[in-house]
């Protein structure tokens, strides 16, 4: 043990039988006896009347200053130089908060904590260095299809800012808060489809506290808080112009391929409605839930109806539930605009289209818009690869 100093005693803590000497005897005393010096011979010495089991308890506390946790100032018992042959200072517990100095030997809530989230920091980085070692994949414009080149565009359309994002060699994103489709479910759906099949990847700069281990052991991140580049290759290498072709799809590329026009269009027809539904049982304090069921009479309204004509269906549904059942709940929703729909379609009768706008999402205009170019007629016509 390191010598102790005069200053370090708290002499209001000594015992008797050590009140006939001097501050100084005392500590010299103190100092002999962690040195190794016979028990019996300094009894004699100093004269002291203990014996040698109860010697070493006789000695005045130590001040330890202030503990480095919680403030207050430290105090121990000196320990039998047997149990003392390591460093006592360091050793000891504060017995406020019981931190010893020793960080890799304290056991403290405070020291437990720092040392399982700097466990936490070293696994978040390894796991940025383990997901940054994996070759992304190249993606060459000419080789993009027109679902990938969609939801490129409407996300660029959507996130893009003023900032001059725009290099030479990449193209960068911060996907915000924003709702560029009728539903928040489409919006996740687009945006993983382009993480998953990394048409946009992280920046390499992006700080490891974002990464984690997914449920399926994978490694992930938290896509609002990464800076994204788009992982594009453009086959003029000029992102600008890129960016160009993405947000202003070419209607004659889309319009090549029929089918895959008329699935987007049903796909954005049924979001439209499950947004409007969700409207629709705000009115009465219920939450719209995105069921197999609904789904299935939506889809099979959509091969019959336009969007707008099932807008109808969906507000006679709602009277109907009310006359009949005096309440409205999706369940009741969902089974009369099947009853209205499949009655309309066997008796060949027409239902009037609701009269509604395009709405007001950037899917949905750019799709009725720019790619299918047929504007309001989105809503009014149903769903057709008649294009
Ligand atoms: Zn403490
Ligand atoms: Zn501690």
């Not at 020291?111 to 997901?131: G, Q, S, T």
């Not at 026009?261 to 009115?283: D, V």
């Amino acid at each position: 043990m390191q010598e102790l100093n005069i200053e370090q005693l708290v002499f209001s803590t000594v015992n008797k039988c050590l009140n006939h000497l001097e501050k100084q005897e005392i500590l010299d005393l103190i100092n002999k006896y962690y040195q190794g010096e016979s028990v019996a011979s300094l009894i004699e010495e100093y004269q002291i009347s203990v014996s040698s089991r109860q010697f070493y308890k006789a000695f005045p506390k130590v001040n330890l200053g202030k503990c480095k946790v919680c403030n207050e100032m430290k105090e121990i018992e000196l320990q039998s130089r047997s149990k003392e042959l390591q460093d006592i200072p360091n050793k000891s517990p504060c017995n406020i908060c019981n931190h010893v100095e020793d960080p890799y030997y304290c056991s403290c809530n405070f020291c437990k904590k720092k040392r399982e989230e700097e466990k936490a920091i070293k696994h978040k980085e390894d796991l940025k260095l383990k997901f940054f070692s994996q070759k992304f994949k190249e993606n060459y414009e000419e080789k993009l299809d027109l679902k990938a080149k969609l939801y490129l565009g409407l996300l660029i359309k959507t996130y893009q800012d003023e900032t001059d994002n725009i290099l030479l060699d990449s193209y960068s994103l911060w996907l915000k808060d924003s709702k560029p489709t009728p539903t928040v479910e489409l919006l996740e759906e687009i945006e993983d489809y382009l993480i998953q099949n990394y048409f946009i990847v992280p920046d390499q700069d992006t700080p490891a506290q974002y990464f984690y281990l997914n449920e399926e052991d994978s490694i992930s991140f938290q896509k609002r808080n990464v800076l994204f580049q788009v992982n594009i290759i453009p086959f003029d290498g000029n992102f600008e112009n890129l960016v160009m072709r993405l947000i202003y799809p070419n209607s004659d590329e889309f319009l090549a391929d029929k089918n895959f026009c008329y699935r987007m269009w049903k796909k954005i027809g049924l979001e439209i409605l499950f947004e409007h539904t969700s409207i629709q049982l705000r009115e009465f304090n219920l939450m719209f839930v995105r069921k197999k069921k609904i789904k299935q009479v939506y889809t099979y309204l959509l091969n019959h109806f336009s969007v707008s004509q099932i807008f109808h269906i969906i507000s006679m549904s709602i009277s109907k539930a009310l006359l009949l059942d005096s309440t409205v709940t999706l369940d009741l929703i969902e089974q009369y605009c099947e009853d209205i729909g499949t009655k309309a379609i066997a008796n060949n009768s027409d239902i009037e289209p609701y009269n509604c706008k395009v709405p007001d999402n950037i899917i949905t205009k750019m799709f009725f818009y720019n790619v299918l170019n047929i504007s309001y007629l989105g809503m009014s016509e149903m769903p057709t690869m008649d294009l």
